[in-house]
């Protein structure tokens, strides 16, 4: 019987599909014996460069930061951020985070008046019933925390559990405790939607913020036009959108640095930057009263974890840990929102200042030097050459790759 494509083994898919022989070598040469466990229809890793952000100082101690990213700039922009908030006091938290995890029973078309009697009744029968599908989170001290009934619209209300899922971002954990609290309402199994865990994760905010020295900036007039533009984020949804895109390009390359899920996090990033009616910038900065500070604050959701999920497959992800000096959970989150800040103070010095082009011009240069077949000694001559031109292109990059090849001859 033949064999369905899931079926085939990594090997077996390449060959059968329709690729030279030089195409099917080069899937061969990426495939990784981690990752074919890791997704269907596997085929071969898709490498991201990892770049270093050598010294982040948060709450007066020094990390390295790992950062996954394609974007030229992105572990640059967060290096300089983080390195003029260390010319203050770097970067500060003010309370621990939260590990919750909140799980939604969706029901439609229900009395919700006699549901919401029926919950408060039976909360201590849930607790057991959660307890019994997750005992050893119980046992860890973690587990159900909370039981709330909340009506949507006339139509639609849901049953949330609030979960501490300890050191794991916890959505298998959520997961099977939904389910199992899902059983104790059969008799209403038409009227229910489904039941899954929520990313938006607002039981689990997190802060971060920092005070630089408006000397660190480029003085007094330089720190007021950031604060000015700063404000449009908070006023403004194009301009709100694109902060918060740059937020998140420190944010995410560190989260898929450690084996996280970046599009968790960044869902519920979105989420919370509209959670008060309008679409806002997640950060927010102003002057200090006495004007010598610039103070940059964000916050938002982040349900990540240290154990389980991608994590134990990806060797990567704890060497990555390892790098970082092995971060408890709460320190970790509160690196990664650093980072996200720190490309925030870098994006929005350069756009007020000279402007962001500049710096993205001179990784573009190194970019169109590869694209023109540049080899690793000759990547940089052809970048320096092309970053002093007025404009440049792949065929100005190929042009100067000859002149330098038939120089070097």
């Known amino acids: 019987m033949t064999k369905k494509f899931y079926q085939l083994t990594a090997e077996e898919r390449i060959n059968q599909l329709n690729l030279s022989a030089e195409d099917r070598a080069f899937f061969f040469e990426h495939q990784g014996k ?13 490498a991201l460069p990892e770049g270093l ?8 101690q020094k990390s390295m930061i790992p950062m996954v990213t394609e974007e030229p700039s992105v572990v640059a922009a967060a290096s300089n951020g983080a390195r003029m908030a260390a010319l203050g006091s770097g970067f500060f938290s003010e309370k621990a985070s939260q590990a919750r995890l909140t799980g939604q029973i969706l029901f439609h078309d229900v009395d919700q008046k006699l549901l919401a009697k029926r919950i408060e009744e039976s909360k201590s029968r849930l607790f057991a019933i959660a307890k019994a599908a997750k005992p050893s989170m119980v046992a860890r001290g973690n587990g159900l925390k909370s039981v709330a009934y909340r009506v949507l619209d006339a139509r639609h209300s849901a049953l949330e559990l609030s979960v501490d899922t300890g050191k794991a971002m ?25 039941a899954i865990l929520s990313n938006a994760g607002q039981e689990a905010l997190v802060s971060v913020a920092t005070k630089v020295p408006v000397d660190a900036v480029g003085g007094l007039k330089q720190a007021e036009k950031i604060v000015a533009l700063a404000e449009f984020g908070q006023v403004d949804v194009d301009r709100a959108v694109t902060e ?96 996200g800040l720190a490309n925030n103070l870098a994006a929005l010095k350069a756009v007020s200042g000279k402007g962001i082009q500049a710096g993205h011009m001179k990784m573009q240069a190194r970019t169109l030097a590869i694209q023109a077949g540049a080899q690793e000694d000759e990547i940089a001559k052809v970048a320096s050459r092309l970053a002093r031109e007025t404009t440049f292109d792949q065929a100005k990059a190929e042009r100067i790759l000859g002149e330098i090849r038939t120089h070097d001859a």
């Open 34 to 46: 981690e990752s074919a466990h890791l997704i269907e229809n596997y085929l071969a890793d898709f």
């Open 170 to 194: 916890g959505a298998n954990a959520v997961n099977t405790i939904l389910e199992a609290v899902k059983d104790d309402f059969d008799d209403l199994k038409e009227q229910i939607a489904g």
């Open 244 to 339: 918060n895109k740059g937020i998140f390009n420190g944010i995410s390359a560190v989260v898929l640095a450690t084996g996280n899920d970046f599009r968790a996090v960044e869902a519920a990033g979105h989420a919370y930057a509209a959670w008060h009616g309008a679409y806002r910038s997640l950060s927010s900065w102003t002057l200090t009263d006495d004007q010598k500070y610039l103070a940059g604050q964000l916050s938002m959701p982040l349900n990540i974890g240290l154990l389980g999920g991608a994590m134990a497959a990806l060797p990567m992800a704890s060497k990555n840990l390892l790098l970082m000096g092995q971060p408890d959970l709460d320190r970790l989150k509160k690196l990664i929102l650093a980072t």
């Open 53 to 60: 952000l050598p010294a982040l100082l948060l709450d007066g």
